[in-house]
């Protein structure tokens, strides 16, 4: 049961933040090698983004449809069960951890708990960080509307929660994602006039040998292909939604060609008629936790950072272990592979576990699907043109309700050089979401390279959790 | 034969016996299960906040707890994150203007 601050449960061998592919093989594995577990998710079920599925009461009978490798998912959901029963994994839901600090004993993780906030202390000997990622968004004209969504956001409000924002939803950005969102919406009943994608896909061309030794990914994409056809989607390359019209929520929405560098072309807009708009450019790992804790991060190839990991999934950080979407955004299957390989490492850094003999294959494995990955990044990464898709109108950061042209402003004439200077000067980034939305946005208009993120908590808390904290001796929250 | 495609048809879903929660005064039917948003989005309800500055109308935008977009006061309890809270029978929700309250810290 959660308890307050100031009475801690006893300690575990390994807490688990996230339970997402990457966390939950990774408790799954680590309670398979004997280590006593407590797994965190501030969502309800466990699964993540990806193994999103219905609460039990809608009674989905086929949830599978919405997924690929469902298979996998539900035997480790049963593994858990398993051991949860036995008393090895102690799963904590709608926790959402704010911070990790280090306790003599090894670490202190706090989080608040469900919509009465409760705080709740878990301390345990390592720490896995599972935390995943939340979708890279470029603002444009019209992108605070009502029906405007994340693309990523509309395929988890679908496999969760069985809905749609609109009947007809263009979806646009730029990634793998996209043609699966369309290619779902579309199953579900909706609409789908046009998958709008930035990049060339000509980038694809020169990554042939790690796409032919990822025959797997190559029958996904077929698949979504195909269900794309049979829909008749549209499949528009090397275009962007420049604008999106409407008053109280999105009527319309205005597709531009791009050039090389992702600037729109003059006098190619033409309009789409749609209800709603899913819309995102990839996914940026979400580090705070790690960042907060001091653990080095790298530039991954599409521009983001994500923490830097040993062979063996550690932090550079001893103690704090980091496995999926937190360490480089790869997918699911990646994610898996992470979460095994961090728990045979724990075991055997904690009690001298032997590692179990399928490491090296997952080893391997991790390797070709981070190639592809990396891959996947470059033909993805943004163009530095895309801010000519803004007015000085439009609002970068939604939170705050800060226009592109005082950004500009703090850039040119106050002499703003860095995203942090812009955030002072603006409050660009200092509302609720911390940065998470507009984060990327702003780094570009400030003409440097997405920092990490750096929030002293993950998450708003309430004052009185922070009052009854121990002294922050090793909090890392400096900023 | 098939029935319309929809996301309930889809999964094949059956659900248990939905329930009544209100907007604004105005009752909705939600789902067991379903997220806030989710029963508002079924209900053709996009936007239940408005801005602090503008007043500008906002609902879910990431789906997923990150934005903070979908903000929502749920039985009098304001900065509720509509795409993360489950709906309850009875919930009363009300659209949110401004900041709802200023006790967190962010
Ligand atoms: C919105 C969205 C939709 C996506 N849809 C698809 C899709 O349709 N198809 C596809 O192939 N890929 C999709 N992806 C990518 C896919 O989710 C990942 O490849 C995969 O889920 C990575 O697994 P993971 O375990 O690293 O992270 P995730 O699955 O993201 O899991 C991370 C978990 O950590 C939890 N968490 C994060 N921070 C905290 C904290 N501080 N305290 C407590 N819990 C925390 C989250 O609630 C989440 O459950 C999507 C990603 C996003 C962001
Ligand atoms: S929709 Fe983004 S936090 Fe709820």
Redesign the pocket.
């Known amino acids: 049961m959660p308890t307050s601050p100031s009475e801690p449960t006893a300690p575990t061998d390994l807490a688990v933040?996230?339970?997402?592919?990457?966390?939950l093989a990774a408790a799954v594995a680590a309670a398979d090698l004997g280590l006593r577990v407590t797994l965190?998710?501030?969502?309800e079920r466990p699964?993540?983004?990806?193994y999103r599925h219905p609460a039990p009461g809608l009674g989905a009978r086929r949830p599978e449809a919405l997924h690929h490798g469902w298979r996998a998912f539900a035997g480790r959901v049963h593994r858990l069960r398993d051991h949860q029963r036995h008393g090895r994994v102690t799963h904590l839901t709608a926790?959402?951890?704010?911070t990790v600090v280090r306790d003599p004993d090894g670490w202190r993780l706090h989080?608040v708990a469900g919509p009465e906030e409760t705080p709740a202390t878990v301390r345990a000997a390592a720490v896995l960080l599972?935390?995943?990622?939340?979708?890279r968004q470029l603002p444009f004209p019209g992108w605070t509307l009502p029906g405007v969504v994340?693309a990523?956001?509309a395929?988890?409000m679908l496999k969760s929660g069985l809905v749609l924002p609109g009947k007809r939803i263009v979806v646009a950005g730029s990634g793998p994602?996209l043609p699966?969102?369309a290619g779902?919406l579309a199953a579900a009943g909706a609409r789908v006039p046009a998958v709008v994608e930035a990049a060339s896909y000509t980038g694809y061309a020169r990554e042939v040998p790690s796409l032919v030794r990822n025959p797997g990914k190559l029958v996904e994409g077929a698949v979504h292909g195909g269900g794309l056809l049979r829909h008749s989607v549209r499949l528009l390359t090397r275009h962007a939604v420049t604008a999106a019209h409407g008053k109280d929520r999105v009527e319309a929405v205005t597709v531009s060609r791009l050039d090389r560098d992702w600037r729109p072309v003059p006098g190619t807009g033409r309009r789409i008629p749609c209800d709603a708009l899913a819309v995102g450019h990839g996914?940026v790992p979400?580090l705070e936790?790690g960042t907060g804790l001091g653990c080095a991060t790298r530039r991954t190839p599409d521009g983001t950072l994500a923490l830097e990991l040993d062979g063996d999934q550690r932090t550079s950080v001893p103690g704090v272990w980091a496995?999926?979407?937190?360490g480089g955004?790869?997918?699911?299957e990646l994610?898996l592979t992470e979460?095994e390989l961090a728990a045979a490492s724990i075991a055997h850094e904690l009690r001298g576990t032997p590692y179990p003999r399928a490491v090296a294959g997952l080893a391997r494995r991790r390797a070709r699907l981070r190639a592809f990955a990396d891959a996947m990044a470059a033909a993805h990464r943004p163009g530095p043109g895309w801010t000519g898709w803004l007015d000085d109108a439009t609002d970068v950061c939604r939170c705050e309700e800060v226009p592109a042209g005082s950004i500009r402003e703090a850039v040119a004439e106050l002499g703003a050089r860095d995203a942090r200077t812009v955030k002072l000067l603006t409050r660009a980034g200092m509302g609720w979401c911390q940065g998470r939305m507009c984060g990327q946005a702003v780094a570009c208009l400030a003409g440097e390279e997405p920092a990490a993120d750096r929030r002293p908590l993950?998450?708003p808390v309430p004052l009185k959790h922070l009052a009854e904290l121990p002294p922050p001796a090793e909090a890392g929250a400096e900023d | 034969m098939s029935p319309d495609p929809s996301p309930q048809a889809l999964v094949r879903a059956e659900p248990e016996a939905s329930f009544e929660v209100t907007f604004d005064g105005r009752p909705l039917t939600a789902l067991p299960g379903q997220s806030l948003a989710a029963a508002l989005w079924a209900a053709g309800i996009l936007a239940w906040r408005t801005t602090r500055g503008s007043g500008a109308p906002r609902g879910a935008f990431?789906?997923?707890?990150a934005c903070y977009d979908c903000l929502l006061t749920v039985n009098g309890r304001p900065n509720q994150r509509a795409c993360l809270v489950p709906a309850r029978p009875g919930d009363i929700l009300t659209t949110q203007e401004g900041t709802g309250h200023a006790d967190l810290a962010v």
């Open positions: 933040v996230g339970a997402g592919p990457a966390g965190l998710d501030a969502g699964g993540g983004q990806f926790h959402h951890v704010w989080a599972a935390t995943g990622a939340y979708e994340g990523g956001g395929q988890a994602l699966a969102v779902s996914l979400q936790l496995a999926g979407e937190a955004i790869g997918g699911a994610a979460g993950s998450c | 990431c789906g997923i707890g």
